[in-house]
């Protein structure tokens, strides 16, 4: 043997057991769980105080930062987040739950959520399926994709207040986009809906933050169906 023959490099799928690409390289940034470097820093305009810098926040009159969090802060006693219910893997199945995030991420795409992350949008709207599926008890496709991308401690996004209350319209819509069974329904938003709130750069969690139940959202659309001509 050749003491000198370089030695084997296992390959991502090697050392992930995650295919690659079709037709792309083993190794390097086409393997297909590879994300965009740059995904976590372009999905928002960060608060400038998230990132401990005194003065004003987002542009167009967004929440003012400030490097230490506010009177009334959450910071410290952020809501419960539930385990998502078994049954939403069980009876949606990971295509479904990755559908049901393609249509809330169409909806948001050309929002002014979306905007700064330009060419890296996919990168994102992967990141957040992932993390989903793996949430609801799927396969550690979140931890093993993306772990170094922390968004928002760990989390694959980060939010503003405004951002969130257009993230969660634009979820309640894409529920009715994927025809999601009421039951199903309510599952998924009692697990979203204070997920919203963990979402949130700390400084922009307070407690007058508003918050929406279930029920309290469906009331709103009992009666919104179109009348008969």
Do not use: I
């Not at 167009?60 to 893997?89: E, I, K, M, T, V």
């Amino acid at each position: 043997m050749n003491a000198s023959a370089p030695q084997h490099t296992a390959t991502p799928h090697e050392r992930t057991g995650l295919p690659a690409t079709p037709g792309a390289a083993a190794e390097g940034p086409s393997a297909r769980y590879s994300p965009c470097s740059r995904a976590s820093y372009q999905t928002l305009v960060w608060p400038r105080g998230a990132a401990g810098t005194a003065g004003s926040g987002r542009g167009g009159g967004g929440w003012q930062g400030d490097p230490d969090p506010p009177a009334g802060s959450l910071h410290q006693r952020l809501p419960q987040l539930p385990q998502p219910p078994h049954r939403l893997l069980a009876l949606c199945n990971e295509e479904g739950l990755r559908r049901l995030v393609a249509l809330h991420m169409a909806r948001l795409r050309n929002t002014p959520l979306f905007a700064p992350a330009g060419p890296c949008f996919d990168c994102v709207a992967q990141r957040v399926a992932d993390f989903v599926v793996e949430s609801c008890g799927g396969p550690l496709y979140y931890s093993q994709r993306h772990s170094r991308l922390q968004a928002g401690y760990g989390l694959p996004l980060l939010l503003d207040p405004p951002g969130r209350e257009l993230w969660l319209v634009q979820l309640w819509h894409a529920m009715d986009d994927a025809g999601l069974a009421p039951g199903l329904r309510a599952d998924y938003w009692n697990w979203a809906e204070p997920l919203s709130v963990h979402l949130l750069a700390p400084q922009a969690r307070h407690a007058g933050l508003s918050r929406y139940p279930y029920d309290t959202v469906r009331s709103w659309f009992l009666n919104t169906a179109p009348l008969d001509a």
